[in-house]
Nanobody
Framework: QVQLVESGGGSVQTGGSLRLSCAVS????????MGWFRQASGKKREGVAV????????HYADSVKGRFTISQDNAKNTLYLQMNSLRSEDTAMYYC??????????????????WGQGIQVTVSS
């Protein structure tokens, strides 16, 4: 089992920054990728950024490229998402997730079997 707990959300103005953290515990050595997903009101959950736990390489949704950065601190068992130049369309519930499956599109939320409880990010002008 893997447990994920997000923190760092909140409200920010357009153009501002936030850093999300995800504390990871449990049997994490079997996880292939970990990442951040979001779900805006009335919309489907979508992948934002994912990191391969083995080599630390990352993959981003086109909508956040150049603005968001995913990183991991293995010593602290923590996953981060640095969000800069925030826009109103970034407003959503953000979830940390992990998977052991090694097939399929890394940003597909249906392939992730461990999830945090979610944290709200609100961007307003």
């Amino acid at each position: 089992q893997v447990q994920l707990v997000e923190s760092g959300g909140g409200s920010v103005q357009t153009g501002g920054s936030l850093r999300l953290s995800c504390a990871v515990s449990g049997y994490t050595s079997s996880m292939y990728t970990m990442g951040w997903f979001r779900q805006a009101s009335g919309k489907k959950r979508e992948g934002v950024a994912v990191i391969y736990t083995g080599d630390g390489s990352a993959h981003y949704a086109d909508s956040v490229k150049g603005r968001f950065t995913i990183s991991q601190d293995n010593a602290k068992n923590t996953l981060y998402l640095q969000m800069n130049s925030l826009r109103s369309e970034d407003t959503a519930m953000y979830y940390c997730a992990a998977r052991s499956l090694r097939l399929g599109w890394v940003l597909n939320p249906d392939l992730y079997n461990y999830w945090g409880q979610g944290i709200q990010v609100t961007v307003s002008s």
